[in-house]
DNA sequence: TCAGCTCCAGGTAACGTTTTCCACCTGGCG
DNA sequence: CGCCAGGTGGAAAACGTTACCTGGAGCTGA
């Protein structure tokens, strides 16, 4: 027992040696691919339990076994996406019999460069980027080189909600059809009858997942000969004060409208509390809808019309596919379809203008 | 070049066969902690850029130095807590240098076990349990004994939101103040006039979390001289729809009551969803109070009176002193104080009982 | 009785780093 | 002119594990 009072982990010698038998076999005896008589295999066994011990994965994954490891980068982990999306990510990482590392960097695409860099030295098998941004020449380029690294030893960039890269930078995407879900929500307060639609949270239009929206947004409009007024397209971020601000803008400013298309469901709620203040209805006297689905938008009230998005399924299906490149050869660019989800906050257009 | 199109990951011997120097020299450049003669340096860094050589963590990890990692192994990653513990978690982890693994157990206790285990193997620096839960005698057994063999070899376990094991135990524990909390929160409820509190969520008696907070709501009446009504002591699980069968229940059943303390806000929000469809004002006729201070309660409609949990705390603070047990050696059992938000769910009780 | 086979166990090398020790070279100084 | 110090670089061991190869014991069949 003298051993197990020392500081250090004991090793497969350690446990050998209480066992009176060789390093070799206590592997053998642990991994259970090679024949040992029983028992010997009782008193390593014994001995393993004696000393509590547990062999040391680092050393394991040097020689080639042990469970790989998979990244997950993204901005923080209280946005109420991530979660959706990262327990997809955990499960199916686990369910691949990997373990999984976590990383924020906080919006700062060079700490996300960064981290791809300490990842890679991690020998993460995948690297999941998660969420859009602002992309510089200068940082699409390093990621290129990145992913071009990464690639060449046999591990795996995977963008999630992310357009790709560029055409020749192997990597994993799976993104959500933000343009066409803003066409179906669009669309469907036109069929509503509003011909006066805002949108808010536009401020950032270099913004990947801003400009699919804001196009889904136009392109609707487009399709029913309707015009995009410009004093209805409102910048903002993607927070709840941005869109309680944007709404009182434009009642305080008397600009018509009659539904308020919210880029997000956390700027929807905003949208939803400035109305309330104001001392409007809704959806009789002004409809709102979302964009994500998040867990909020089924409690509000009234029920948030908005955009499902697959979250979970988005986090599952980009590690299915960055695991098995062999069988998704194809299928390295997936657009996930999005559906809307009409709840309370949608409804016809008032008959005289507000 | 023809390295580069090899499979395999460089190794530092490649590196100084390309700079044509020893490994020694590569990693003393790359270390930084060694004089190396400025030309040479110069060679061995273009060697490093062609071959876009990262060092295996593993091999670094084997030999002592490289990050070590701190795992967190939760229920799931959905529920709203966790995003901000783990955010605390996370963002203390990547301070202190470490890498942050995580896993889910599903609520299961065995495969929880288990993960401790994987994570030993993973050398994990502390392996951080967060979250209730019920803990049977067998499993406390397994947990002290595992509790103490990632002490013996210089770990630690770590319990975020639960009591501790037992008084030998070697772990770090923070926890919340859950039974001041309810107390708090039912003796505002009593100092606004009412005296028939309804809780809701006790279904689970021997749930640490939940009996915490039982006792809080039951010392508050016993601190009014006030009696605890069976009939207002509901059953339940922690989720939203438990909240709104057990509300109906109550009316359904006349239960007289003018305020109901959800065991949690998630409950909260499935107490305030029945309230509204049975026609009743909050806080007008019933006066509504949660636990925890999700960010929905904040968006509820009311905002929802709750009991704030200073979760990203408890995150930081758990990392910080498992790291630092030598400095914190006497700190290793905090209980974080809560407080509470009053928000517009809570009022004062109606004068003629309804 | 002995070759040959099966069953089981041990020795050794290898994984990719870092670190410790040692050796070399160049100057400067006595 | 020889010697020592300081500045550089390399060889080898070590970390803990597994895989490959070798070897011994016991049994079987000729």
């Known amino acids: ?60 994954a040097l020689v080639g076994g042990g469970p790989r490891t998979v990244a997950f980068i993204i901005r923080d982990l209280v946005g109420p996406l991530f979660a959706y999306i990262g327990q997809g990510v955990e499960q199916q990482t686990t369910a691949e019999g990997r373990l999984c590392l976590v990383c924020t960097h906080n919006g700062d695409p060079n700490r996300e460069l960064e981290l791809i860099e300490l990842m890679r030295e991690q020998q993460a098998e995948a690297v ?18 990145l992913a071009k690294a990464l690639d ?20 994993t995407v799976v993104e959500y059809d933000n343009e066409g879900g803003a066409f179906a929500a669009t669309n469907h307060l036109i069929s509503l009858g509003h011909r006066q639609i805002a949108i808010i949270g536009v401020g ?13 947004y136009t392109r609707a409009h487009k399709a029913h000969g309707l015009n995009v007024a410009k004093q209805r397209v409102l910048p903002g971020v993607y927070d709840r004060e941005s869109g ?11 600009v018509p409208f009659t539904a308020i298309f919210a880029i997000t469901d956390v700027v929807a709620s905003g949208v939803l ?17 979302g964009y994500d ?22 986090g599952r299906t980009a590690i299915r596919l960055a695991l098995h490149r062999d069988q998704y ?21 008032p008959q005289q203008q507000k």
């Open 152 to 171: 060449r030893t046999g591990s795996r960039l995977v963008l999630c909600g992310r357009p790709p890269i560029g055409p020749d930078v192997p990597s």
């Open 204 to 216: 950032e239009p270099e913004h990947t997942t801003t400009k699919a929206r804001f196009a889904g």
């Open 293 to 314: 689905d998040i867990p909020l938008a089924a409690d509000l009230t009234p029920g948030l019309s908005t955009v499902h998005l697959p979250h979970e399924e988005l």
């Open 1 to 60: 027992m003298g051993r197990l009072s020392s500081g250090d982990r004991p090793t497969v010698k350690d446990v050998a040696a209480v066992a009176g038998v060789s390093a070799t076999t206590v592997s053998r005896v642990l991994a259970g691919n090679y024949p040992v008589a029983a028992t010997t295999r009782g008193r390593v066994m014994r001995a393993v339990e004696q000393l509590d011990y547990v062999a040391n994965a680092q050393a394991r």
């Open 329 to 349: 050869a194809l299928d390295q660019h997936v657009v996930l379809g999005t559906h809307l989800v009409i709840r309370g906050s949608t409804g016809p257009a």
């Open 273 to 289: 509390f400035a109305l309330h203040e104001a001392g409007l209805r809704v959806p009789e006297d002004v409809s709102v809808i």
């Open 244 to 254: 309680y601000q944007h709404t009182k803008g434009l009642l305080d400013r008397g």
């Open 128 to 145: 999941v980027l998660v969420g859009g941004g602002i992309r510089s020449a200068a940082n699409l380029e390093r990621m290129t080189q």
